[in-house]
Structure formats: C-alpha cells, structure tokens
C-alpha cells in the first residue's frame, strides 16, 4: 500500500457541499480492480474515479490521462460528473492538456473530449439512442411517481451509455412536487429523469430547466446532479425542438443542493454539457 495523491470534488456548483460529489485519486498505477472496487465501496460515493496514464492505443489518439470509474456496485464506462471531476482534479494537480482548452480522457466508452475555459469544464455528450417507450410503462412509472397522466408532455427511452426513462412535464412545480415511491420504482427497474423546460429558457443567467433524477434500480432514489441524464435529456429535446440550443439547468434543490448545469449546442451539433468545481478534500489515501 502506498500514500496516493487524492482529491473529493464537488462538481455542477462553486460552492463546497452544493452540487455532487466525486472521490478521485490520483496515482492509480499498479491498483489492481478489486482494489479500485473495494476503495469505491469504502468511500461510499456515487462514484469514484482512478487516473491512469494512457493506454498506448489511446495516447497515439491523442489522450492526456486515462480514467476508471467505480459505483460502489461495479465499474462503470462513463459518468459525467466524474469526467469533469477528474478533469478537474488533473488540471488542478499541475497537469496541461496537449491541445490548450480542449482535454482529451480515455475512458472504457473511449475517447471524451472535455473542454475547459476559466473555471468551467463541459464534456461532449456521447451518441444518444432513443426510442419511444412500451406505452405500457410510462403509466406505471407516473403512478410511482405520483405524476398524472396529463402533465406528462413528452416521453422517451434516452440510452447513452446508462438507460433512462426521459418524462418532460408540464411545470416546474410539478417537477418539484414530486413525491415517488423508491420501492415502487425499483421493483419497476426504470431509472427515471424528469424535466421542465420553461419558456424563457435561453435566458443563460437564470436556470430555463429543472431536472430530477431517480434511479432507485441502481441503489440511487435520488441523484443530485447527473451528467448523463442532462446530456440525453439535451439530445432529445434540442433535436425535437422542446428546448433552445443553449439552456441552465437547476437540479438537487429537494435534496438541499444547489447544481447548476449548462447545456450548450455548437455549430457542428454536438452537445456539451458542463458547468463548475470545486475542491473540498485534498490529501493522500492509502491504497
């Protein structure tokens, strides 16, 4: 065992114990995976994450670090808030990127592009598969939620790597009001992301879009702030025209949090979903 550099980010928001939590540390060379899984489980976070020099395949693509990411279940190929965690952990430790402003991380989904300008990072949203959903489901999922059918306006099956069923409802209240049953929404084995897109959405200095997140199937009945539900939620509502190219998003008021995440399309199509970080905890693990 060896004293490790390591840092607890909170990412989606610049002030400590607002957004959400990712452990990284940040020497994992000679770690075996049970050793990555059994600190993840230690830490007890949604995530951690584990920095690694680049595989040779991916340092001739052009990667600057690599990184595994563990839940305390299992590894995982890609989060967002732990990309951009990590990436801020890399950068604060001293490191430079071989592209300025544009970090490139290895991870097991592959190649992530991370853009970083002053304090902001913004990930590129990886491809999206959506499909309507069985119509079956969706009441199910809205008694669990305690939703009425009428103020869902839209639904669809979001698949970027985990699995979402994606609801865009007719109000922020509602979005905010919800009360699920867990239990329920477990045994249903859907985790479920919920949206309200207001009208003044473009408007960047103010959150246009609330967003809650429930995935009780994988252990989680309520994330705070999620990376990848954003960036799919984005896909599908940016290309259905339900949302502008450029939006905020406010998550993790009902669980004492203030994330901020910003939604940005460019001039190619591709979604970038970013927003701030902050460290809380830097030290040295042994591990």
């Known amino acids: 065992?060896?004293?490790?550099?390591?840092?607890?980010?909170?990412?989606f928001s610049d002030q400590p114990g607002y957004g959400n939590p990712v452990a990284v540390v940040l020497d994992a060379q000679d770690l075996s995976e049970s050793d990555m899984r059994r600190f993840a489980a230690w830490t007890n976070l949604s995530e951690t994450t584990f920095l690694l020099p680049p595989t040779e395949a991916g340092r001739a693509a052009g990667a600057d670090y690599r990184v595994r990411i563990f839940s305390p279940n299992g590894e995982l190929p890609f989060a967002g808030h732990p990309t951009l965690g990590t990436c801020h952990a890399w950068l604060q430790a001293?490191?430079?990127?071989?592209?300025?402003?544009?970090?490139?991380?290895?991870?097991?989904?592959?190649?992530?592009?991370?853009?970083?300008?002053?304090?902001?990072?913004?990930?590129?949203?990886?491809?999206?598969?959506?499909?309507?959903?069985s119509p079956a489901l969706v009441p199910l999922i809205a008694s669990a939620l305690g939703v009425r059918p009428q103020q869902i306006r839209g639904a669809q099956l979001l698949d970027?790597?985990?699995?979402?069923?994606?609801?865009?409802?007719?109000?922020?209240e509602t979005v905010l009001g919800l009360k699920p049953d867990h239990a329920r929404l477990k045994d249903l084995g859907?985790?479920?992301?919920?949206?309200h897109v207001g009208p003044q959405a473009s408007d960047m200095r103010q959150p246009g879009a609330v967003v809650r997140a429930f995935a009780a199937p994988m252990g989680n009945p309520e994330d705070p702030v999620t990376g990848t539900l954003n960036a799919s939620l984005a896909e599908w509502l940016i290309a259905d025209g339900l949302a502008p190219p450029s939006y905020l998003v406010a998550q993790g008021e009902c669980l004492g949090r203030a994330g901020r995440v910003h939604i940005r399309q460019d001039d190619a199509g591709q979604i970038w979903v970013g927003g701030q970080a902050v460290t809380c905890i830097e030290g040295t693990v042994l591990l």
Do not use: C, Y
């Open 1 to 11: 065992m060896h004293q490790r550099p390591f840092k607890q980010i909170d990412v």
């Open 94 to 133: 001293g490191n430079a990127p071989r592209v300025a402003g544009m970090v490139m991380q290895e991870s097991a989904l592959g190649l992530v592009r991370v853009e970083h300008s002053g304090s902001t990072l913004a990930f590129a949203a990886p491809p999206l598969a959506r499909s309507a959903p």
């Open 190 to 195: 859907q985790d479920v992301g919920v949206i």
């Open 160 to 172: 970027n790597g985990p699995v979402w069923l994606g609801l865009l409802l007719d109000s922020a």
